[in-house]
């Protein structure tokens, strides 16, 4: 490609800034933030600024398809044709030989929508196997679940303006100005011009997105419902309670009000671990009419009682009235730039396309009579989510995974068990545009994939933004869009027919038509206004200007058409501190990298930032465990061990360590700190507790 400009949804975080290019000789020569056009407003955060070196070179990119002839030995490059047909004769083979559950997808939220699409429809509807899950699962599924049980639909009712419009922020588990950095530059911006709004964090560690907040509540981690418990009761016992909204939009109240009731503050108020002052507060700014937009991401969302945290904190918004209304109501924090969109296609093991599930008949009846394959065809038993996909492949059950655009031998917690199924599985296909990566070292077949700017394709953002990225380079050697290397693999399966796509924009089209009707309608999102404009759904016919906001007519997608409060119980966490592992760890990010840094690791100004894996200690712990800031330290738990450089800082809680995730093996044998987390999970959601898990610190033997 010559010289040309053109611009494309970060790949990064879920606020989806709009980024432009200009290129050169297929060399991008500057970026800079797309500012006619939300969400960004002209801003980029340093990751999302530090492209343009991503592509001075294509260091470490997967350019053609691979196959390893035996485990343990360089793959060799073959044609796409070769390549297709090995997977696609593989997959087979297993199905046949070992049933139709017998091979896996485990895809992520950073797929476009176009992809997504391709391989739900492939395996759900073709293969009939519900084993497709994605990296999701470990980051905002159970987000997806609150807004079920509390509106009756996924996606939140909220947009970026509503930070225009609110009042108090109740920031919860998310570290946004490391996280959603432009997001959280936008709240300092209204907080700047209007010194009555107020920041509230809350959150174990003293993070950035704390010192830049009115209140920090450094909560005990996990008691999230505790403290929205104790607020909500504070908050009813002053009169706060918006009795006509829940009189006529809500139901389930009275429990919800009695069961508040019957709950102890101290005990509560003990659960959390804080000073009874930092409540004191909150509840005063929360007394008086305000505007409570809030803010929560993983922190609420990894945990064995996600679910409960997202319902508690949608129950006092339903308490407050303060849902489908501007500048106010919960606002869950997408960690990628499409989970979405993902959403929207339906990519988790129990769902369907537009919002649908596989255990409703009427849903399945609906896209088998859409995909024309028979009646009966999707299987109405959710299949196996992530934590179980790779136990299954461990224990020999699952005998092939795919895996497209993530890495999960070094982002699955308990990290031995993803590994031991993708050692033992007789079948791994690494779909992906770096190599090597952790996971790729495991594969039977590599397949390149197109990444930023190299492809067009559709993302949706936090806030319902649906956006079409542009292309404006050329992959290396053959690398593929990912929609078009699984349009591949389903023809050569047989499927020709129906998997008749030869460009994105026409499977854009077939997906669109699913939505129709659905809380997520994306009719209206034709082709040709997508290439000239974003919209946000529901978008249900051509001329929809799309919808900011959503439930402002109080009418949420349950069967009565009201909100329902629900009565959760505060839990902690599933693992314990005790003797032997007497600190506890909590897992997350750094600003300057993401994910498992395959891309973000091979940006010098990036890495420059946080060279390597650390772990933040109190200072009171670190006399206690003889740790000396700077030191390397083994952090041991119940189920491994990892190493990170010790920062000793009074910005985390006594008694509590904080380690980013970021370093897999391919930076060294022993800094995945998934190696120590756990792997337990909600009930409901099936989101695992990567926030919390015991460990004791170890010097003498580093
Ligand atoms: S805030 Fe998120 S979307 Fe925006 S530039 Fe940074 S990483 Fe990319």
């Not at 490391?178 to 009555?196: C, D, G, S, W, Y």
């Not at 505790?226 to 009761?233: D, T």
């Not at 918006?242 to 108020?269: G, I, K, Q």
């Not at 119980?569 to 032997?580: G, M, R, S």
Request: with cysteine; aromatic share 10%; proline share 7%.
């Amino acid at each position: 490609m010559e010289n040309s400009t053109g611009k494309a949804v970060c790949p990064y975080c879920g606020v989806g800034c709009v980024i432009r290019a200009t290129v050169q000789d297929n060399k991008v020569m500057r970026i800079s933030a797309d500012d006619d056009v939300a969400p960004n407003y002209g801003m980029l955060c340093p990751k999302g600024a530090h492209l343009k070196q991503v592509f001075q070179n294509h260091d470490g990119r997967l350019a053609y398809p691979m196959i390893r002839d035996r485990r343990g030995e360089p793959p060799r490059q073959v044609s796409w044709d070769e390549a297709i047909a090995f997977t696609a004769n593989r997959l087979h083979e297993i199905q046949l030989a070992h049933g139709k559950d017998s091979i896996a997808l485990y895809g992520s939220g950073q797929l476009d929508t176009e992809a997504s699409y391709v391989f739900n429809k492939l395996f759900k509807g073709f293969l009939r196997t519900n084993n497709v899950d994605t990296n999701s699962r470990l980051c905002m599924s159970s987000a997806v679940v609150g807004y079920m049980q509390s509106f009756g639909s996924d996606g939140p009712p909220t947009c970026y303006d509503d930070i225009q419009h609110a009042d108090v922020f109740l920031i919860i588990g998310a570290n946004m100005a490391v996280n959603h950095p432009v997001l959280f530059q936008m709240i300092r911006k209204r907080r700047a011009t209007e010194p009555n709004t107020r920041i509230i964090t809350v959150d174990p560690r003293r993070s950035k997105t704390a010192e830049h907040s009115d209140i920090h509540v450094p909560l005990a981690p996990g008691s999230d419902v505790a403290f929205l418990q104790l607020i909500a009761k504070r908050l009813i016992a002053i009169g706060r309670v918006h009795r006509r909204f829940v009189r006529r939009n809500t139901e389930n109240f009275s429990a919800y009000e009695n069961h508040l009731d019957s709950l102890d503050e101290d005990e509560l108020l003990a659960a959390c671990d804080i000073h009874p002052a930092r409540i004191d507060e909150i509840v005063e700014y929360l007394s008086k009419p305000s505007r409570l937009l809030s803010f929560y991401c993983q922190g609420t969302n990894q945990s064995t009682s996600g679910v409960d945290k997202n319902v508690a904190l949608i129950n006092l918004h339903l308490q407050l009235g303060e849902v489908g209304i501007k500048g106010a109501g919960p606002f869950s924090l997408t960690g990628q730039p499409n989970a979405m969109g993902g959403r929207e296609v339906g990519y988790l093991s129990h769902q369907l396309p537009g919002y649908r599930v596989v255990t409703n008949d009427m849903h399945r009846a609906y896209l088998e009579g859409a995909w024309r394959v028979p009646p009966g065809s999707i299987d109405p038993k959710p299949g196996l989510t992530a934590v179980p996909m790779f136990e299954a492949a461990a224990e020999g059950k699952v005998r092939a995974l795919w895996i497209a655009c993530t890495n999960p031998a070094v982002s699955m917690p308990d990290t031995k068990v993803s590994q031991a199924g993708l050692r033992r599985a007789d079948l791994v296909i690494v779909q992906d545009c770096y190599y090597p990566t952790e996971t790729s070292e495991y594969a039977d077949v590599i397949l390149p994939a197109a990444q930023w700017g190299e492809k067009q394709g559709t993302m949706t953002n936090s806030e319902r933004l649906v956006v079409r990225s542009e292309q404006f380079l050329t992959p290396p050697g053959e690398a593929k869009p990912d929609w078009w290397i699984f349009t591949q693999v389903a023809r050569a399966m047989g499927f020709k027919r129906n998997f008749d796509f030869y460009t994105h924009q026409e499977v854009w089209d077939e997906y669109r038509l699913l939505t129709a009707g659905t809380p997520c309608d994306q009719m209206g999102m034709t082709n040709e206004r997508l290439a000239k404009t974003s919209l946000r759904w529901p978008c249900p016919y051509p001329r929809h200007p799309g919808t900011p906001r959503r439930y402002t007519r109080r009418k949420f997608f349950t069967a009565s058409e009201k909100a329902q409060f629900h009565t959760p119980v505060y839990k902690p966490p599933d693992e314990d501190t005790d003797a032997e592992f007497p600190l506890g760890l909590t897992t997350g990010r750094v600003e300057s990298q993401w994910h498992t840094r395959t891309r973000t690791g091979k940006v010098p100004q990036l890495v420059r930032k946080d060279p390597e894996p650390f772990v933040e200690i109190h200072p009171d712990d670190a006399v206690e465990n003889d740790v000396q800031d700077g030191e390397w330290v083994y952090l041991v738990g119940r189920r491994g061990r990892c190493y990170a450089k010790a920062r000793v800082t009074e910005a985390i809680r006594r008694g509590l360590l904080f380690t980013p995730f970021h370093w897999g093996d391919l930076f060294h044998a022993e800094t995945n700190a998934n190696y120590v987390t756990n792997s337990a999970f909600d009930p409901v959601s099936k989101q695992p507790e990567l926030k919390f898990c015991a460990v004791r610190i170890e010097t003498d033997t580093v």
